[in-house]
């Protein structure tokens, strides 16, 4: 198979056609169903939808974690079990999932080690992507030595110490308070602009898709569906007084109107 190249040369996850189909004993579950979605490199993609609708599937397909049954999937032009063995994307998780027997530095250098680099690269490494996420000087202290928020952005550190193109978020900020979720999602804002990667970040919260995206993807449920695809193309140094403007409340009141409508509410 060859990717379109021409069409997609600036594209880093292509979509087509894609359905996913669990088969249970209860029978099969439509997960996802005729996704066509184009990313493209430096782009942050939010996708938001009620519970169930498919996102953190979306995002294990991308990950090669859960296999389409039907319809292409590229990633930075190979399929998606090439882009893991590449090492294309770094993942982060709902939970920190931090080893606690591990320093935080000593967290962030797994995936090095695993890759076997040499361990002055590693070091380089791990101040890098420590300072990228503020947490410089706490490399020598355990997870549980830090508050949520903090462990989270170890965990992102993590994700971003081999240096994939991608980073793939599933709600990473989800059980954080508002406050933290706030400061963070600032923090991951700039780092998006000093980095230039592209983020395909799950939420269920409105301000928080609206504030970081340059792209919202609302999805619907049963199959999983995309309803709708925003662009939002505000400012790229925002803070988090934009919330505050018409334009802000605008795209907003689309992706409610877009969630409202994709939802059959009949259960
Ligand atoms: N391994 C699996 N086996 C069977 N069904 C599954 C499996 N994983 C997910 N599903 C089903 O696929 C559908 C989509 O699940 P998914 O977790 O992707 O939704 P989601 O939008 O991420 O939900 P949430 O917002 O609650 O995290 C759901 O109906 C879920 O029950």
Redesign the pocket.
């Known amino acids: 198979m060859t990717v379109e190249q021409d069409e997609n040369a600036n594209s880093v996850v292509n979509i087509k056609g894609l359905s996913l189909t ?1 088969e ?1 004993n209860d029978g099969p ?1 439509h ?1 996802l169903s005729d996704i066509d979605l184009t990313i493209n490199q430096g782009d942050f993609v939010s996708f938001i ?1 009620p ?8 995002l294990r397909a991308v990950a090669d974690l859960e296999q389409p049954t039907g319809g292409e999937l590229w990633v930075n032009g190979v399929s998606a079990r090439e882009a893991r063995l590449n090492r294309d994307y770094g993942y982060v998780f709902q939970a920190p999932a931090l080893y606690p027997w591990r320093t935080i530095a000593g967290n962030i250098s797994l995936p090095l080690e695993v890759m076997g680099i040499p361990k002055s690269e590693r070091q380089e490494r791990i101040a890098r992507n420590m300072e990228l996420v503020n947490l410089s000087g706490f490399d020598r202290k355990y997870p549980w030595q830090l508050s949520g928020g903090m462990q989270q952005r170890a965990s992102i550190a993590r994700a971003l110490s081999f240096d994939p193109e991608l980073l793939l978020m599933d ?1 990473p900020f989800g059980a954080l308070d508002e406050i933290v979720r706030d400061h963070l999602n600032e923090q991951l804002l700039r780092l998006w602009d000093k980095t230039d990667k592209t983020v395909l970040f ?1 939420t ?1 919260s409105i301000p928080e898709a609206v504030f970081l995206s340059s792209k919202i993807v609302v ?1 619907s449920p049963r199959p ?1 569906r995309i309803y709708d695809v925003i662009d939002c193309n505000l400012p790229r140094d925002r803070g988090l007084d934009i919330r505050e403007t018409p334009e802000f409340l605008e795209i907003a009141h689309r992706v409610r109107e877009g969630l409202k409508e994709g939802h059959s509410y009949d259960d």
């Not at 519970?51 to 979306?58: A, H, N, V, Y």
């Open positions: 669990f249970t579950v997960a939808g519970s169930g609708c498919g996102k953190t599937t979306l709600e799950v269920h999805m999983g």
